[in-house]
């Protein structure tokens, strides 16, 4: 079995933490108020208007794909995902081996039995950077910290891709391309593909989403 090397736990939580917070809390395009649509980015996200304040609960299935030079071949690992706003998001990783991330405002827990890994991080500075670049900001204000591209996807039926490249380069040591692939009917993030500045890469697909379900709260539980 091919295992995520354990010495690069720090900067899998890290990266985690910016994928998860700013993909699926803000980047499901939840939108603020914007200026008249000038391009297909603009009407996707004058289009998701709506899901920002109706939004609280979403839950979901899904299968996260990382190449990176460290790996042999690509891992592929699978679990479910739950997000409980403002502040709360937990993977629960079930293949190839079990694995809990869960994020509470600014503190993420890694819950690693195989590795005998239980770590709590805190993670101010990135949320304050997801905030600063990501959260509540018009298409005109993102474009300041991003080259972004919007096209109907030839890889993904039904859904449009959202490609941003940070232009910022305090985004950039950490991001160097965000791709989303946006379903055209609900609106809510199909897929997210990050690449990071050593070219590693991580693709999370989603499916079975569930907007606004009841979440029992032990599911945020760690222990």
Request: net charge positive; with cysteine; aromatic share 6%.
């Amino acid at each position: 079995m091919t295992r995520e090397p354990v010495s690069r736990l720090p900067v899998v939580r890290r990266l985690l933490a910016c994928s998860i917070a700013g993909g699926f809390a803000s980047l499901l395009l939840h939108a603020s108020p914007s200026q008249p649509a000038r391009d297909l980015f603009d009407e996707i996200y004058a289009r998701g208007r709506g899901i920002e304040t109706s939004l609280k609960t979403v839950t979901a299935r899904f299968t996260e794909t990382t190449t990176s030079s460290l790996l042999s071949r690509p891992l592929v690992t699978r679990g479910t995902l739950a997000v409980e706003r403002p502040s709360k998001i937990v993977l629960r990783y079930t293949e190839p081996e079990p694995r809990t991330i869960l994020i509470d405002r600014n503190t993420l827990t890694l819950d690693w039995p195989s590795h005998a890994v239980r770590q709590q991080s805190d993670i101010a500075a990135a949320q304050g950077r997801i905030e600063k670049y990501f959260l509540d900001k018009t298409p005109d204000e993102l474009r300041r910290n991003f080259t972004i591209t919007a096209v109907e996807a030839d890889d993904r039926a039904g859904t449009w891709r959202v490609t941003m490249v940070p232009t910022r380069k305090q985004i950039q040591q950490g991001l160097t391309r965000l791709e989303l692939w946006i379903d055209r009917t609900s609106m809510l993030l199909s897929a997210m593909r990050m690449t990071f500045p050593n070219a590693d890469t991580k693709l999370m697909v989603f499916e079975n989403v569930v907007v606004n379900g009841p979440i029992d709260p032990k599911v945020f539980a760690t222990e």
